[in-house]
């Protein structure tokens, strides 16, 4: 799994522990992990396209 995907499911799971046990920072630190996650993806997108233009 690259980062960007192991962020996106860690957050996952801590904004489903928070909702679970009532705990907002968790759950709000759970949505940020997800949206860490989904723009590193973004950006390995974008780094990937750069180098097949490059070649």
Same mark, same amino acid.
């Given at each position: 799994?690259?980062?960007?995907?192991?962020?996106?499911?860690?957050?996952?799971? +801590?904004?489903?522990?928070? #909702?679970?046990?009532?705990?907002?920072?968790? +759950?709000?630190?759970? +949505?940020? &992990? @997800?949206? !860490?996650? @989904?723009?590193? @993806? #973004?950006? &390995?997108? #974008?780094?990937?396209?750069?180098?097949?233009? !490059?070649?």
């Amino acid at each position: 799994m690259s980062g960007g995907k192991t962020d996106e499911l860690k957050g996952r799971v +801590k904004e489903a522990a928070g #909702a679970l046990t009532g705990n907002a920072k968790l +759950k709000r630190e759970g +949505k940020l &992990d @997800q949206k !860490v996650g @989904q723009v590193k @993806q #973004a950006a &390995d997108k #974008a780094i990937d396209k750069v180098k097949e233009a !490059v070649k």
